[in-house]
């Protein structure tokens, strides 16, 4: 059991911390959201960092502004989004192991690009498991988070982890460059079509010969793209159950792609899927930047998941 003098002590929260993990299995039969973090590639190598398996939460802070101080000695990773941390007032990389001492204060400026930056503690953050023995926070839902509730981090608040003495380091304490994303734009979209699409296949070569603009009214529900219109026929669907990645095509013809806080079910006539390493990438574009999906087959899409699993799982 976790002892509850050890904390992090949240002094600043920025514009919005939350605690997410792999998300919320196996609870859409009952119309609950999965959840969890929106960036997968930055996260699982930030656990990898302060060596944690596959699940543990971290806190996902979004354009940064985070501020807090530890009580006890342990490891900690910042991955994804630089956000120009600071220690003690002293820079410090991301994507890198950092030890922390009793008192050390964490400072997270703000984005240079990037959207998501991950804090990752050596065993993962001790918050209370919900339904689908998840810690993640779903605002819309009030699932997860530190109180239970939904809530994202506020000031006062104490997020608890095991201690580790600074000496007990994991092998791995840098990310090699050739795994750390460039978040510039344009950002390209890995795209598989549906097989049972109700679109033209007209309509889907117009969506990967776009350009899309990310709205500013996209959330972690859903990525809402700005672009040329694409006319659809209309027609009455039977809502089906969808999965992260989904794209959407309603009536206003801009589409939409689903992400971790998306519904259960939907209606709209469905083109085709983002791939899940693609929405890696995807939840680092700042509104108004631009993404561009271009095709592969379903076969690449699942050996690049698979691949990714074999190495973080």
Known sequence: MTDQSHYLEITATG???????AGRQQCAHIGLTTGGVMDRHAWAWGNRLVGNRWGAAAVEITIGGLKGR?????????????????????????????SVKPGDLLETGYAVSGMRAYLCIRGGW????????????????????????????KIGDRLAYQPTQAEHRCALTAVPNQFIPDYSPPVPLDFYSNPHSQVSADITQSLLNSNWALSS???RMAALLEGPKLETAACALISEGVAAGTV?????????????????????????FVTLRSLDQLAQVRPGQTVQLRAISLEQAQQQEAAFLRFFR
């Open 248 to 272: 959407q095509l309603p009536p206003s013809g801009q589409p939409i792609i689903l992400l971790n806080e998306r519904q259960s079910i939907g209606g709209y006539p469905k083109p085709g």
């Open 70 to 98: 530890f009580t006890q000695a342990t490891q900690i990773a910042l991955t994804g989004s630089d956000l120009k941390a600071r220690l003690n007032g002293q820079a410090i990389a991301p994507w890198q192991t950092q």
């Open 217 to 219: 009214n996209s959330n």
């Open 15 to 21: 514009v919005l911390s939350l605690i997410e993990d």
């Open 126 to 153: 001790k918050t209370p498991k919900g339904l689908g023995e998840s810690r993640s926070c779903i605002l819309r839902e009030q699932l997860g988070g530190l109180d239970g509730q939904g809530s994202a981090l």
